[in-house]
């Protein structure tokens, strides 16, 4: 008995992992049809947007020319929700791009079936497969009707598109046959206004470029620094807020070198005041241009000279104090100090307006000072200060 009721213990917990390993199956099938649905919708976009832009460039008709839409066709599997979408996608491009000289109009007699009977014998078709037929029901004989088949062939999304003339030899006037990989991103153009891609590239480039080479940025930073470490060490200064503004250039409308020119200003009240002059050149990392849709990602090095004076600026020495030795001394004049610092860092740039910057700074004239400790030492440079600045660029 025990070893029967083991057994079926046994094929309950199996059967119920075979049931959690088929349900996780089924959700990462369904997240990849659904991923691959939506990358064939996009692209099926893209193809429709190219059609309507050869309209535009070379219009089929003259002048303004009603057409019937005969359908839309899309791949096995995706059903009609993707039909209705590219269906109301080409209305909206028709709509927002008269300049093509297609008017799509509604016929209901066009696509309904309908039943002929002539001395030949009768005829079952759609009205659009008839011509005759629509001209008995006064319908749109004489007109031309677009037919749209899409159809995936491997890694390839193919657009196969005709205008017929609705006359009993049913011409065609127009074919088009376009192609896309699965792999190649969608451009996502919006309908109003059609470009190519190779337009587009060149309007972004001369977006970039038209931006000009002189920005003003306005900067909030703050530098923090190390405390000293060992048995002799000293009262590492606090953490000084600068506000910034200057100038920053780039000799190219790539902006792939920048340098920037600022003068900052520190205070808090009774504690200390500071004024900082900084110099810096920065690199592009994220491409040869900078970028108008995703962040911007730049290396820079550079060096400032700052002029600091107050009751918490004792620590910039290289004696050795205390924090009864910097009280001590707030019975005399405040303590200055003008030292230079040299700086590495990265700026990540958002849209060119917004940035976000973080730097490590050695202070080469405290080497000695104990009373400024170190983050990380490397080639024989201390960073004895960690930085961060958020900049707002005009």
């Known amino acids: 008995m025990v070893a029967v009721v083991l057994a079926l213990l046994a094929l309950l917990v199996s059967g119920a992992q075979a049931s959690d390993i088929e349900d996780a199956r089924d959700a990462e099938l369904e997240r990849v049809r659904g991923q691959i649905a939506n990358q064939v919708q996009l692209s099926a976009y893209d193809l429709l947007d190219e059609m309507v832009y050869g309209w535009i460039s070379e219009p089929v008709f003259a002048t303004p020319t ?49 039943v002929h009977s002539g001395p030949e014998g009768t005829v079952v078709s759609r009205g659009l ?15 031309h009707a ?13 657009l196969r598109a005709r205008i017929t003339k609705l006359t009993p030899d049913l011409p065609i006037v127009w074919s088009h046959t376009a192609s896309t990989s699965a792999s190649t991103p969608a451009l996502l153009r919006q309908p109003q206004h059609l470009k190519s891609a190779e337009e587009a590239r060149e309007e972004y480039i001369e977006t970039l470029e038209s931006r000009g080479a002189v920005t003003i940025p306005l900067t909030l930073g703050i530098r923090t620094y190390a405390q000293p470490q060992g048995n002799n060490a000293g009262t590492a200064p606090p953490p000084f807020p600068w506000l910034q503004s200057g100038v920053e250039l780039s000799p190219t409308g790539s902006q792939v070198w920048r340098s920037s020119f600022v003068v900052g200003y520190s205070f808090i009240p009774q504690a200390y005041q500071g004024l900082m002059g900084q110099a810096r050149i920065s690199r592009l990392l994220t491409g040869r241009y900078r970028s108008l849709t995703r962040p911007d990602l730049y290396l820079f090095g550079g060096g400032a000279v700052m002029s600091v004076w107050g009751p918490a600026t004792g620590s910039f020495s290289n004696e050795t104090l205390t924090v009864d030795q910097i009280i001590t001394s707030l019975e005399g004049d405040d303590p200055r100090a003008t030292f230079g610092a040299l700086h590495v860092g990265l700026d990540a740039r958002i849209g060119n307006r917004v940035g976000v ?24 440079l201390e960073a004895h200060s960690l930085g961060t600045e958020v900049s707002f660029c005009f």
């Open 146 to 158: 677009l037919f749209i088949d899409i159809e995936a062939e491997g890694s390839w999304l193919v």
């Open 357 to 380: 910057a973080l730097f490590f700074e050695t202070l080469p004239g405290f080497y000695d000072s104990r009373n400024l400790g170190r983050y990380f030492q490397f080639a024989g």
């Open 66 to 114: 009603p057409v019937v839409l005969a359908g839309v066709t899309v791949p096995v599997g995706l059903g009609t929700g993707l039909q209705a979408l590219l269906e109301n996608h080409l209305n909206s491009l028709l709509l927002e791009n008269p300049g093509s000289n297609i008017q799509l109009v509604h016929c209901p007699s066009c696509t309904a079936v309908v």
């Open 129 to 143: 497969d008839n011509p005759e037929v629509l001209d008995d029901l006064g319908g749109a004989s004489g007109r």
